[in-house]
Nanobody, 128 residues
């Protein structure tokens, strides 16, 4: 199995930027599709972005499209989430996730249950 460790969260003002990192260990990084979800208090965990094993395909929630960019670096076994023009509603715990299934991009892959492995999460707080 793969272990995931997120970093890079913090407090930022609205309109600012943050870059989250997720380091993967334990298995061959290139076997896994990688994704980011987020969860704020009282809300369900929601899909943010995903990237295919090769990095050739990326997917975004409508709420972050044009502001967030997901990428991966196979040499560092790391996936990134570059977040720009942050809004207070982006405040949440952000989770990195991984899975080996085919079908990334299907509606089911935007549900938490599709993904097998999860990190512990990193807090992002956007002040207004």
């Amino acid at each position: 199995q793969v272990q995931l460790a997120e970093s890079g969260g913090g407090l930022v003002q609205a309109g600012g930027s943050l870059r989250l990192s997720c380091a993967a260990s334990g298995r061959t990084f290139s076997w896994y599709n990688m994704g980011w979800f987020r969860q704020s208090p009282g809300k369900e965990r929601e899909f943010v972005a995903a990237i295919s094993r090769s990095g050739g395909s990326t997917y975004y929630a409508d709420s972050v499209k044009g502001r967030f960019t997901i990428s991966r670096d196979s040499a560092k076994n790391t996936v990134y989430l570059e977040m720009n023009t942050l809004k207070p509603e982006d405040t949440a715990v952000y989770y990195c996730t991984a899975d080996r299934l085919s079908g990334l991009g299907d509606a089911s892959s935007q549900r938490p249950g599709w993904w097998d492995y999860w990190g512990q999460g990193t807090q992002v707080t956007v002040s207004s």
